[in-house]
């Protein structure tokens, strides 16, 4: 048992047994008798008891906060302090070598921002996954989250919820995908939402002499979200966790990440509503359906591909958005090819192409406008007639995503352990609709350029 578990245990049946011996009389009945030199030296005998149980608690909640104290000193989390070893006592500083108290990287993080939230993750699973004791006791110092793996479980395929890992992937999944960065997000209690969504407001209207005003109400209707499940697994070679726990958790948290986020912006763009998008129907299939004509702008004729759209048809999807989705959020989203071949090739053609502009590049800007790069949406550079060229709008107004659990990973180190590789298994369960993309007479708040015929 914890010691100071026990402690705490023995001081309580103390005072219990304390408050026995003073106990008053209830009302009504006849007063208790003096107290006897027995049950006075029984007090005091118990006084004294608490007293020296008290003092030997406090001594060890001081000696475990030390503990603690000098540990965080000798072993910082990472990155590690380095500790210069003369390689001689008379040796100059320059010649010394340098050591680290805890691993360190061997390369830049790409799916941390520091070293020590890569470094927690990686910690965690050595303790949870392989057993390392010294993990373990480095974990509970500094309040890393691990649990046990119970006998037999492993062997049979079981896995470990890493809630350090599923953290870090939670914010790499929103910085990463451009669909999640950008449309309205909410969370969900249950598998099914409902969002009341305004479809018509007031009027003011003139009225006449001794007549009564014609009625307006405010109408909504609403938007289901139904969550479904998304999974990724990916496996790891356990060699990683030798060389560096840091890159253990890096290269697991960036891959499991980028595969989400591919994900999300693919049904959230171009899903195609069948089973493998769960249903999900992106933003410029939906669009592009002859319901929602109102929202889009056909290119001029031959402006068939990205290498020939003009600065003409971009201002023309521009001036088609209405002014409540323009003045809040707008943004173009393109593909990284179409950007280059369309928007940047048209704003070198308006710089004059000279040397400093060449060299200089852009900023992801185009009329004013921030662009995002959407890696699914179209970018073939040849054969794109009559496809959706680019968006222009403010995506959380027109589509919203819900998100009912976020991010779990789960990890296990025995499925491929032939291969000597450590099997990581994440799911999420994640609902998307496209709610407002406009008619065939009013445009919505996220307007398409189409490529021409």
Not at 311 to 326: E, G, I, M
Not at 346 to 369: C, E, K, R
Request: hydrophobic share 45%; with cysteine; net charge negative.
């Amino acid at each position: 048992m914890d010691k100071l578990k026990a402690l705490l245990e023995e001081l309580a049946a103390v005072v219990a047994e304390m408050e026995a011996n003073t106990e008053d009389a209830p009302e009504g009945e006849a007063p208790v008798e003096p107290m006897t030199e027995e049950q006075e030296a029984s007090l005091r005998s118990l006084e004294a008891k608490a007293d020296k149980l008290r003092s030997q608690i406090d001594l060890l909640e001081r000696a475990r906060a030390k503990k603690l104290e000098m540990r965080a000193v000798i072993e910082r989390a990472a990155p590690a302090k380095k500790i210069e070893t003369p390689v001689e006592e008379a040796a100059p500083v320059e010649s010394r070598a340098k050591v680290y108290a805890v691993p360190k990287n061997h390369r830049p993080l790409r799916g941390f921002k520091c070293e020590e939230r890569a470094y927690r993750a990686g910690m965690s699973i050595k303790a949870s996954l392989f057993g390392d004791e010294e993990a373990r006791r480095w974990c509970g110092d500094h309040g890393v989250e691990t649990r046990a793996q119970a006998g037999g479980i492993n062997s049979l395929g079981g896995v470990l919820t890493n809630p350090e890992l599923s953290t870090e992937i939670i914010r790499l999944v929103e910085e990463f995908g451009a669909y999640q960065a950008n449309a309205r997000v909410v969370t969900m209690n249950s598998d099914t939402l409902l969002i009341a969504r305004r479809t018509g407001g007031l009027s003011a209207r003139a009225i006449g002499e001794n007549a009564a005003p014609l009625t307006s109400d405010v109408t909504f209707d609403n938007v289901q979200l139904v969550a479904k499940l998304w999974g990724v697994d990916n496996r790891v070679p356990v060699s990683l966790v030798e060389d560096s726990v840091i890159d253990l958790a890096d290269a697991m948290a960036v891959e499991v990440a980028q595969a989400f986020a591919e994900t999300y912006d693919r049904v959230g763009f171009i899903g195609t509503g069948s089973g493998t998008d769960h249903g999900i129907t992106g933003v410029t299939v939906a669009i592009n359906d002859g319901t929602h004509s109102a929202s889009v702008v056909t290119a001029d004729t031959g402006n068939n591909t990205f290498a020939t759209l003009d600065l003409l048809d971009f201002t023309n999807l521009v001036a088609k958005l209405p002014l409540y989705a323009r003045n809040r959020n707008a943004k173009f989203y393109i593909s990284a090819s179409g950007y280059g071949a369309s928007m940047l090739r048209l704003m070198m053609a308006a710089s004059g192409n000279n040397q400093a502009d060449v060299a200089g590049g852009a900023n992801l800007q185009f009329l004013g406008f921030p662009v995002v790069l959407v890696h699914p949406m179209v970018s073939a550079l040849t054969s794109t007639a009559s496809q959706i060229a680019c968006l222009f709008g403010d995506l959380s107004q027109a589509v919203t995503m819900g998100v009912r659990r976020e991010v779990s990973v789960k990890t296990d180190a025995s499925r491929f352990i032939e291969y000597d590789q450590l099997l990581t298994f994440a799911t999420a369960r994640m609902a998307s609709v496209a709610h407002d993309l406009g008619s065939t007479t009013v445009a919505g708040p996220i307007v398409a350029l189409k490529f021409a015929a």
